[in-house]
């Protein structure tokens, strides 16, 4: 309850109870914890000059509890500086060898037969944060108890007693790997890991598998591991996906040059069976181990290959990039791979991203095939040109670079087959998409220039060595030390299938880093991709399992980059990652009963937090850009970065904790409106301390509405919970893809569509005065393309745009804006497109947007509205009273 002057003011009263002789040990064993937590809320509190000696005098303590109380303290005094309680590491060892020897321990601090199992675990974990142990004696002696404890521990029928007993090996396994023990005793670590995966209770299958993937930092530890690899691969199909991925970190880690063959050949077979929740992860360590421990190169493509046909849908763009960089800088491998990819294609069902590499290769390389039966290029092209319609606008650039290529290498030339090719290039010279209509002009244009086309058209140089992708994520993940304590394990471990990336330095000023390793990424398929690789927005994006990594020296650098400044809020001292489901109320009328700024504590109902900034106007904001900061209260901040593509919405929720202790109980529910298909993917229950979690959002517009879709997201932190309604900016204009209509094409759709429904005409009036130019840029920025000289009247606006949804598909829609110079404040507006509801709704989207003014909401929000079908602008907000004035 007290902050810092209180802990100053109280601790020197308890540091004297601690020391006292006189007090009973009760009042000296809450003393230590009392001092524990004050240390927390103040580390000065603890003068460290002053304080080692006492602090080994109190590990000399004969009574367990004040003993174990004390331990704990240690545990966070040289979690923070090591250097000064140098003194109380002998003590430690002596504590533990009294333990382990079961000499003069109470029978109340003996569980289950073992000697306080409690004292063990701690004073180990202390062992851990010193870096060595010079003296050979207590070196020694220590590795005798180590030794006691390995020899000690076996499975039992008990399972409180295995629990007590795990706790203690595990921990000692730790300390085992953090002294770099001799390799005897690494092997005997490993032997009993090695029973512990072979038996039938499925959390100790769990424990050792994960232990045994920590044993991996550990020099000369993966040479023993391998002795288990068949285990390990039976793990791999085991009905528990806990063991299933604990088994693949673990077949990841101890893959090398020898067994490289074997454990990709069994991850592409267990690849077809995989969970869905799996198979990114998967693909991706069996397209990096490939690459690392390939016997030769053509083995590599075979598995790309095979990767890419069993689980096309989780292969990210890396990993046929590669792919083609390789084929392209090694000659003897083109006609290998030529072959191979068109046997694949030759398949009746083939994936998008088997046409992509195909398409590359063959393009480039289907020439060194031509003398072979079936290979000829009118056949190639004809293997291509089958999978253009299933295709989507992405693919298709790069089929018409194959089409252009085969034409060139095509000698002597062939009529028939110049004439298929041209009609394609014409039929896509007026192409909506401007790559697909630019390629096919271009290639069109260049094939008539006969034999210089085989100049121009050469064949791709070879690209620059460079460090693959694949290798540099596999390094970021693998940068881990033995140095890091089981606790600071644990906590990188995540309990959902959204990708987390922590940076946290340790608690109370500790600089060693906390890598992430292995165990704490989890890989989902990520759903957005991005052309502006510039954009100082996120500081790296990936397509398929993104990665965002926040460097604290340069916030700007990421949208939620401060999540790691020096504000960050400190948290509840040991609170700790639980997976409690809270009740949070959901809501009883419609969505629109939902205001975007409202903030709801489940428990208590008021407004305890309250966010930063203003909900309303980062919604508006969002609804003009494509990423930005969608909510932002004390503990949390979630971001968005959205790409829309015809009706279709690709968006990533970025969950950043602000904090140095997580959030707990998170939970996102969609509350899409009628007109909108959306599907989240599975959010974490818990956002550990200072991490940034990945969201993705599918997007799919069913038809023209201005309703709005509301996230509900509720967490807790410490005592707080909070509940919060988001309206998303997955609004009207998302939908719109700006297209220049000339005047020959505009004024006959003008006429042909001719009084409502299909046109209808209204005066505006309490538009807010702006100059013609301010205008035209606000509708630019809501997708619509001015389309200047088409008026006469220079006072007058002209745009057009193209809308996309699934029963409309692609719909043109025509805009004229009449301004009166001598009234800002009023003008005309005539709107007209093939549909009447569009027509409707984008019309009464535009009036919205000339008279709203975002501005602050009141504090106290008024009492939801009663519910109807769909939300739209908040009957609190200011800019729809402001309409109903002005209506």
């Not at 095979?306 to 590669?322: E, H, P, Y």
């Not at 291509?384 to 670079?401: F, Y």
């Not at 599907?679 to 550990?688: M, N, Q």
């Amino acid at each position: 309850i007290g902050g810092r002057e209180f802990a100053e003011s109280l601790a020197p009263d308890v540091q004297k109870l601690l020391l006292s002789s006189s007090c009973r040990p009760l009042v000296r064993k809450k003393a230590a914890l009392c001092l524990l937590r004050l240390y927390r809320k103040n580390p000065d509190v603890v003068n460290v000059d002053g304080w080692a000696d006492r602090m080994a005098q109190l590990l000399d303590e004969r009574d367990l509890g004040v003993l174990t109380s004390s331990m704990s303290l240690l545990v966070a005094l040289v979690s923070s500086n090591h250097e000064a309680y140098w003194s109380c590491l002998p003590k430690c060892v002596k504590t533990l060898e009294r333990l382990a020897r079961n000499q003069d321990i109470p029978q109340e601090y003996t569980y289950y037969g073992i000697p306080s199992p409690w004292l063990q675990v701690k004073t180990m974990r202390a062992l851990q944060y010193f870096p060595t142990i010079e003296d050979p004696y207590t070196r020694r002696t220590l590795f005798e108890v180590l030794q006691r404890i390995l020899m000690g521990t076996d499975v039992v029928k008990n399972v409180n007693k295995n629990n007590a007993s795990h706790a203690v090996l595990f921990e000692a396994l730790a300390l085992v790997m953090h002294l770099d023990a001799e390799k005897e005793m690494m092997s005997q670590c490993v032997a009993l890991l090695g029973k512990f995966i072979a038996v039938r209770e499925p959390n100790i299958r769990y424990l050792g598998l994960e232990n045994m993937t920590r044993m991996l930092m550990v020099t000369d530890a993966q040479e023993i591991i391998k002795r288990h690899q068949a285990q390990i691969i039976t793990s791999l199909k085991d009905p528990d996906i806990s063991i299933r991925r604990r088994a693949l970190d673990l077949l990841y880690g101890m893959c090398d040059v020898t067994n490289a063959k074997d454990i990709v050949e069994e991850l592409l077979q267990y690849l077809s069976s995989a969970d869905f929740t799996m198979r990114e992860e998967l693909s991706l360590k069996a397209a990096i181990l490939s690459e690392k421990f390939a016997p030769d190169l053509s083995w590599y493509v075979d598995v790309i290959l095979q990767l890419i046909d069993k689980a096309g849908d989780f292969i990210s763009d890396d990993i046929w990039f590669r792919v083609v960089q390789f084929v392209t800088n090694n000659d003897d491998l083109q006609p290998y791979a030529a072959a191979k990819v068109k046997e694949y294609l030759e398949k009746p069902a083939v994936h998008e991203t088997m046409v992509k590499v195909s398409a590359y290769i063959l393009g480039e390389y289907s020439h060194l095939l031509a003398r072979r039966p079936g290979c000829s290029p009118k056949e190639i092209f004809g293997i291509l040109h089958e999978k253009l319609p299933t295709v989507s606008t992405t693919t298709i650039p790069i089929l018409l670079s194959a089409y252009a290529k085969i034409l060139m290498h095509t000698q002597p030339p062939d009529q028939e087959l110049q004439s298929q090719i041209w009609a394609i290039f014409n039929k896509y010279e007026s192409c909506i998409d401007a790559e697909i209509q630019q390629r096919a002009v271009e290639y069109f244009a260049l094939c008539q220039k006969g034999a210089a086309l085989m100049d121009i058209l050469a064949e791709m140089p070879k690209f620059p060595e460079r460090k693959s992708s694949l290798i540099k994520r596999a390094e970021y993940s693998e940068a881990d030390t033995a140095e890091q304590s089981a606790i600071k394990l644990r906590a990188q471990q995540q309990p959902s299938n959204a990708l987390v990336v922590t940076d946290q330095p340790p608690a109370n000023g500790a600089t060693s880093p906390v890598p992430v390793g292995p165990l704490s990424l989890a890989m989902v398929p990520s759903m957005i991709t991005t052309e502006d690789h510039t954009s100082a927005d996120l500081a790296l994006s990936q397509q398929n399992g993104s990665l965002t990594k926040v460097d604290p020296q340069h916030p700007s650098a990421d949208l939620l980059g401060d999540l790691l400044g020096p504000l960050a809020i400190e948290g509840p001292p040991g609170a700790t990652v639980q997976s409690e489901h809270n009740a949070v109320s959901r809501l009883e009328g419609g969505p629109d009963a939902v205001d975007g700024s409202a903030i709801v504590p489940v428990e208590e109902q008021r407004n305890t937090v309250q966010p930063i900034g203003n909900i309303a106007e980062r919604f508006h904001a969002l609804c003009l850009k494509d990423s930005g900061v969608l909510y932002e209260d004390p503990y949390i901040q979630i971001g968005i970065k959205a790409e829309w593509r015809a009706h279709h919405g690709r968006l990533v929720l970025f969950l950043g904790n602000k904090n140095t202790a997580p959030l707990v109980s998170v939970q996102a529910l969609m509350l899409p409106p009628a007109h909108l298909k959306m599907e989240l993917s599975l959010v974490p229950d818990t956002i550990p301390p200072r991490a940034q979690v990945q969201c993705p959002l599918e997007v799919v517009n069913l038809q023209p509405s201005r309703d709005v879709a509301v996230l509900d997201f509720s967490y807790k932190f410490g005592t707080n919970m909070v509940n919060v309604k988001l309206r998303l900016p997955a609004v009207l204009n998302k939908f719109l893809q700006p297209i220049p209509v000339p005047a020959e094409e505009f004024f006959p759709q003008w006429r042909s569509l001719s009084g409502p429904p299909l046109k209808l005409q209204e005066v505006v009036r309490g538009v807010r005065p702006m100059p013609l130019p301010e205008m035209a840029n606000l509708l630019n920025s809501f997708r619509l393309m001015i389309c200047p000289g088409l008026d006469p009247n220079p006072n007058n606006l002209v745009a057009s745009t193209t809308f996309y949804s699934e029963s409309t598909h692609a719909m043109l829609c025509l805009i004229r804006i009449e301004t009166d110079p001598a009234d800002r404040t009023q003008l005309r507006m005539t709107l007209a497109s093939g549909d009447p509801t569009l027509t409707f709704e984008l019309k009464e989207f535009i009036k919205e947007q000339l008279i709203s003014i975002p501005t602050a909401p009141p504090q106290s929000p008024a009492p939801p509205p009663a519910a109807q079908a769909t939300p739209q602008i908040p009957p609190n907000d200011p800019a729809a009273l402001l309409a109903g004035l002005l209506s």
